[in-house]
């Protein structure tokens, strides 16, 4: 499976995104086709194409995908609400971009997921 995509390039600085964290593990982008008013990917920097390809060497980026989550949650005042964590892993959950990203979706009420 090719490295090349949409995130690649924006984990490289070839393609604009709206930036709302980054440490040197992580980067965190607003999604430019929201489902809610607030949704942000997480993005490990490192190429692991969906959770399932994920080792135990990834369990510290694991965690702190997490954990950078549940921040920008907090930052984005999502906590007394509620949001939604969620990764996407083949293609009958959709998977759309082959770069690992853990959703984090809030601001309204949210649907059932099927
Ligand atoms: P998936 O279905 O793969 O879990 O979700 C991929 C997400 O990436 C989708 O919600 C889609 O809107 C978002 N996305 C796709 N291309 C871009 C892009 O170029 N920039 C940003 N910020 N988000 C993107």
Do not use: W
Request: net charge negative; aromatic share 4%.
């Amino acid at each position: 499976m090719s490295e090349e995509t949409i995130f690649a390039k924006i984990i490289r600085g070839e393609a604009r995104a709206d930036k709302v964290y980054e440490d040197e593990k992580l980067l965190a982008i607003k999604d430019i086709q929201p489902l809610a008013p607030v949704h942000i990917l997480i993005i490990p920097k490192k190429f692991i194409r969906d959770i399932s390809q994920a080792t135990d060497e990834d369990q510290d980026l694991l965690g702190a995908m997490l954990l950078v989550a549940t921040d920008i949650a907090r930052q984005q005042g999502l906590e007394e609400g509620g949001y939604r964590l969620a990764f996407n892993c083949g293609e009958d959950a959709g998977l759309m971009v082959p770069h690992l990203h853990l959703h984090l979706i809030g601001g309204s009420k949210l649907g059932t997921p099927a």
